[in-house]
């Protein structure tokens, strides 16, 4: 896939745009797969208006880690597949 390949690509658009809402990321992003780790840094700290997240199978840190944070607070949709969460984790997630 392009959006796969396109790390840097992606790391300068969010870098310029940090009041994106929608933006097409890598599965592998919210996978938890190490080479997207900078990205998802830079995601976290400049695009604080995301509307819609999808994390898969394999990013359960990620999630729990978001779930206890205050990064988007503007978040409309949240998908999860394959996701093995305990349920007093999502129960705190407010």
């Not at 890598?26 to 976290?44: K, V």
């Not at 997240?53 to 359960?60: I, L, N, S």
Request: aromatic fraction near 8%.
């Amino acid at each position: 896939m392009l959006r796969e390949a396109a790390g840097p690509d992606l790391f300068r658009i969010v870098h310029m745009l940090p009041n994106i809402r929608y933006v097409d990321l890598p599965s592998g992003l919210f996978a938890d797969q190490s080479r997207y780790s900078t990205l998802r840094l830079a995601i976290e700290a400049r695009c604080r208006d995301l509307r819609k997240m999808t994390y898969y199978g394999g990013a359960e840190t990620a999630l729990t880690g978001m779930a206890t944070a205050n990064t988007w607070q503007n978040l409309e949709v949240l998908e999860l597949i394959k996701i093995e969460v305990a349920t007093c984790v999502l129960r705190h997630a407010q």
